[in-house]
């Protein structure tokens, strides 16, 4: 049916952790990254449910696009078909966390209604659309995606609150602005996994 | 089928297909069937549909614990302990919460959720709790920020002891979207059972005393629930060292014309001490002069802080509390009936009153009183 | 700039009815980081310090703290620290304060003449957090509003 690149599952999981990190190497979802990394307990239930929603939507929407879109042909229209089936599993997700664990859910707070919008969700179904990943594939990138979301904003939450209690900085950079330039520096550091696993 | 329709059609299929999924997993996530609440170990059951807060849940069934901001989880007052297992105590409980009541599972019931069957523990006296209909008889400006407000009962009978509180619903009015309950002890005697009178100061700001002080009128229908609340007369012959201040007046006109008007504790002394800043701001002065007057045990000391000296203020002088000091040392006779103390008032008033009291030796367990926190 | 989700949600628990029944904006129609900003330069402007501000106040409430709920004199200043019973939350949900009300004027005019605002400032245990924390002094029309030429007026 779709013809995948032959790439190991592992390696898959690892690249998308470290190599193409969702956050640091393409820049998907810096909005809540910024607003939300100020602290550190938020950050950690952002993580989780980041991590959860993509996985889930990615093989949602992995059977979605196989079984719906391209036998129909309205490949144009899958930006819109993606955007609703998030927003609709967002919605169970918060259904049943807030049935079974309501301590996650109350944890997870406003966070997890602001994944429907947040584009790393959307941009990591998109790559697996690009890329033709298998199911198995889309699940393990999906899952790994979110845990290099995960990864990232925990380190930047614990840099900003060593950034919090430094006088030194300049007026005009504190906040946001110093922020920004430690995400680059962050960036430039994620570079340095390149050689090791290079998938695309 | 036309290429064109393919597309608008899919998609509102995939739509449609996701709402019935919510729409299913709805009704079967939040369905919580029937459960059962078991209150003091089996001695009421209660069959409830599960799915609300514990506190509206046993409300509905006319079990009305105490809450001042209506289930908010603002104030704090409608803890009560929960035996059954109902998950870890929320963030929202935990400012609210001693480490002695989280040890003992004291939840509030504003905050849990009847989800299963659950035990759990109320006083028994809040069975006697019940809603009334009321509407407002009479209102009264007795200082330039408090208000005696008078309801009559439209049926039915309240039956209370002096020194109990009752709460006020606040209707929806101007930008308040939601109803908001505020408790105020009832200042009027027991021994008339159609009529409730409470004694409201403004709050800037506040909900509720806003409501009173800007909107309410004679004549206007009103709910109150009650009574609640531990404060009351203590059947000793030990004579009553009481002190309060503005609005906290309410719940001790209501005991002191009610001991007079049922002789009861005919061998407690009963002294009064109120304090405010100029001879405006003092209330009630005249009718408690004149209980004075023709009650022999009652002796009021009426004290101002700051008097004017054109007010020609021929009563005590001094913050309330220097007073309450000195008359303990030096007029109130020490006897071997000893003293309680009756306090009302804002807490920095109750702790200072407190230190007095300690100091002139009343021990703490013989000091009641009412915290306005 | 784009507001944070908690500095939005923050102000959207300022409308009233939601945490009290006037809410905290009284008649301003400046959104709440205006406000926060004009008041910021107009704090630099008269030369005070938020902190310093907050601290005062909190002096001021404990010496009226004295009058146990009735007015009392402090200095030049009346002061009258009244407490009703309960809690509020911070609308930037970190903390809950006692729902006292204190309230400063000079101590010259009678109580029942001045007016919120113009001659007496009116606050809370929560105010002087929000002043402290937040640098909020609420809007124009609040009762509680903090404006700051009262605050160097009065206090200092």
Redesign the interface.
Known sequence: MIDAPSVGLLSLFLASILTSNVLLANFLGTCSFISISKDFKSSMGLGVAVTLVIGITAAVCWAVLYFIIQPLGIEYLSFIIFIIVIAGVVQMLEMIIDRFSPALYLALGIFLPLITVNCAVLGVILFMQIRKYSFPQAVIFGFGSGAGWWLAIMLLASIRKKLDSNNAIPAGLKGTGITLITIGFMAMAFVGFSGMIAVQ | MSPILVGPLTVAGISAVLALIIAVLDKALNNYGDVEISINGGERKLEVKGGSPLLSTLAAENIFVPSACGGRGTCGACKCKVISDVGPHLPTELPFMSPDEIAHNVRLSCQVKVRKNIEIELPRELFSIKKYKTHVEKIRDVTHDIKEVLFALDSGEIDFVSGQYVQLVVPPYGDIKESTQRAYSMSSKPSDKKHVELLIRLVPGGIATTWVHKFLKEGDAVELVGPFGEFRVHDTPAAMICVAGGSGMAPFKSIFYNLYETSAFPEKDIWYFFGARTSKDMFYLEELRELQAKWPRFHLVAALSEPSPEENWAGDTGLITDVLDRYLQTVIPKNDKGWEGYLCGSPGMINACINVMKKNGITEDKIYYDKFA | ??Q???DK?AFERM???I?????FLGFDERSPDRIIAEDERAFEELGLDFNNVADRLEELAHKG?????????VGELLVQ?????????CPWED??F????V?VSPADTP??ACV?GEDML?YSELSIHMLRAHHFCQGRG???RLEPTLLKQLLF
Do not use: V, Y
């Open positions: 700039m784009k944070s989700p908690a949600q409308a009233p009815g945490i009290t029944a006037a809410g703290e004295a009058g146990l709920g009735e007015p009392i004199t620290s009244g407490d009703a019973r309960g809690m509020l939350p903390g809950f006692h729902k006292n009300a309230s109580l029942e919120e009116i609040s009762p509680f």
